[in-house]
T-cell receptor, first 112, second 115 residues
């Protein structure tokens, strides 16, 4: 069955440190992949998406993600986090019938 | 251009009551969907629609009804609310189809508590 796994429920990093959020997917076909961010009490904002082409995708707010087919992964990275990056992050995969399956989310905490 | 608008933003219901969560978009999107978000569960698809007059079930459709009489509106109905339906609900829309690279836009959410 199709699924998206985000292994880390919570991650804490210091401001200015680098960040990597993990995402693994299970899907038989070529996946279309997304990362969304949700600030407390807000809706979801698209950070970036991978549909085809270059496996390193650049997004908004300085985020990037790398699609690795061999590892079924789509990890999100940022070289230097800011306090405003504290939020919950969701990885998602788009299925052929236009359904999107979301991971359970990773909550990012930033230490000053 | 207001994007995706959900109402109400907050609602408290008693068990057994019915209500409708409204969702409207002004972007002429064919695709609309409803998700619920629960702690530690991510977002789960309830129902979706690929155009007026067409609806289909998602992962967790039980206890919810939808209809799509116009392109703009996609209401979600709870016929007999249960405490298990306490959740945050998100409406989303996109040009059809998502597999063509179209972006899905989310509303700001509706917080529903069933007591």
């Amino acid at each position: 069955a199709q699924s998206v796994t985000q292994p880390d429920i919570h991650i804490t990093v210091s401001e200015g440190a680098s960040l990597e959020l993990r995402c693994n997917y299970s899907y038989g076909a070529t996946p279309y992949l997304f990362w969304y961010v949700q600030s407390p009490g807000q809706g979801l904002q698209l950070l970036l998406k991978y549909f085809s082409g270059d496996t390193l995708v650049q997004g908004i707010k300085g985020f990037e993600a790398e699609f690795k087919r061999s590892q079924s992964s789509f990890n999100l990275r940022k070289p230097s986090v800011h306090w405003s990056d504290a939020a919950e992050y969701f990885c998602a995969v788009l299925l052929r019938d236009d359904k999107i399956i979301f991971g359970k989310g990773t909550r990012l905490h930033i230490l000053p | 251009n207001a994007g995706v608008t959900q109402t109400p933003k907050f609602q408290v219901l008693k068990t057994g009551q019915s209500m409708t969560l409204q969702c409207a978009q002004d972007m002429n999107h064919e695709y609309m969907s409803w998700y619920r978000q629960d702690p530690g569960m991510g977002l789960r698809l309830i129902h979706y629609s690929v155009g007026a007059g067409i609806t289909d079930q998602g992962e967790v459709p039980n206890g919810y009804n939808v209809s799509r009489s116009t392109t703009e509106d996609f209401p979600l109905r709870l016929l007999s609310a249960a405490p298990s339906q306490t959740s945050v609900y998100f409406c989303a829309s996109s040009y059809y189809g998502l597999n063509s690279g179209n972006t899905i836009y989310f509303g700001e959410g509706s917080w529903l508590t069933v007591v």
